[in-house]
């Protein structure tokens, strides 16, 4: 087989592969995922809001709405809601 054939074959193996993670890296990224989601407390909507509540009232609305988007787009959440 011709060098330029192996190159060939090599690049286009190479490309197929691009963006696919090995078996290894999925899992140990799954992993990873589930031990951080396992941290999550469980707790209400209503015990979150009331631990951010002090941060809610050093941040404008605008600068909330800025980073996060409108407030439309964030119904029922009443953390974005104006004080």
Do not use: N
Not at 20 to 26: I, V
Not at 33 to 50: C, M, Q, T
Request: glycine share 4%; charged share 30%; proline share 8%.
């Amino acid at each position: 087989m011709p060098k330029s054939e192996v190159v060939r074959a090599a690049i286009a193996e190479y490309h197929d592969k691009l963006g696919r993670l090995s078996e290894r890296e999925r899992l140990t990224m799954l992993r990873a995922f589930d031990d951080l989601i396992s941290k999550i407390p469980g707790r209400s909507a209503a015990e979150a809001d009331r631990e951010l509540s002090p941060f809610d009232a050093r941040v404008p609305p605008a600068v909330v709405c800025v980073v996060i988007g409108s407030r439309r787009d964030l119904p029922g959440l009443s953390l974005y809601d104006p004080v």
